[in-house]
């Protein structure tokens, strides 16, 4: 049996929202090991730094995870808090997910002040979003409607909303509603308006392969059917080289044991959306995520990545 941890040092990125789930993630833990003292370590990561351009443009997710996995190969802090969303793919073979905690609301949500949902908005409104994913589903839904970029942390977006430059944003529910701000929510976006992100909604701690003793610490965090439902997803993603850089969307449900995976890859301006789905076991997980994949490129997802230029 694995000795109780003595101390736990969590590296986090600096956000408002990555402190609070580095934050949750400790209260877990000083709740499951009393006697333990369990600490953060607060990082920048490039992904916070670069905030003028694109993720899709500056190198994609790894932005977000780098810094915190040099953390863990020098020991100065023995796990890692993530959003699920922005962990890449592939991890190097030094890491790996030991456990993914139960998901907050997975869909994405429309903030305006000035209109109750996207159906109200007029030809030109002009929405803010930062990822090629709700970008292309919104082209292709709302074609009168003008899709702007906007990045940086929460509060920012939000400030940017405030101060005008947008008629409304699209943020993921899971963020707003983590950080006390779902009266911002005007209305959720259901997965046919807006397929999400694989992960979205799930928090992911990331440690070293070479220290099972940590993984064990970590699993009464596990949730199984968010981690089910989250690899299936992934394996979507995976397997069609996902990353911000591709307007992918992946979303699985579980219903007793059954889970029910949706894909889809689009078009950045939505001009085409391939989509596909399939419900299966959810012992299963990883090999529905590939099914599904598989017809997505059936169904054209092959020509949209080819075009991409993947
Ligand atoms: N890419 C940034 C990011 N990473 C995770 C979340 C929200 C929380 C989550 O999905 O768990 C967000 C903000 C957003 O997309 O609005």
Redesign the pocket.
Known sequence: MTALPNRIVIATRESR?ALWQAEHVRDLLRQQYPSCSVELLGMTTRGDQILDRP?AKVGGKGLFVKELETALLDGSADIAVH????VPMTLAEEFALVAIGPR?TPLDAFVSSRYAALDDMPPGAVVGT??LRRESQLHALYPHLAVTSLRGN?DTRLRKLDAGDYDAII??A??LT?LGLADRIRSVLPAEISLP?A?????GIEALAARPEVAQWMAPLNDAETAACVRAERAVSRALAGSCEVPLGAYATLRNDSLWLRGLVARPDGSRIARAELEGRAADAEQLGLTVAERLRVDGADEILAELGQ
């Open positions: 929202l993720l959003s699920m969303k922005d907050e930062s990822s929460l943020l993921a899971a963020g983590r992100a992960g979205q909604g799930a928090i």
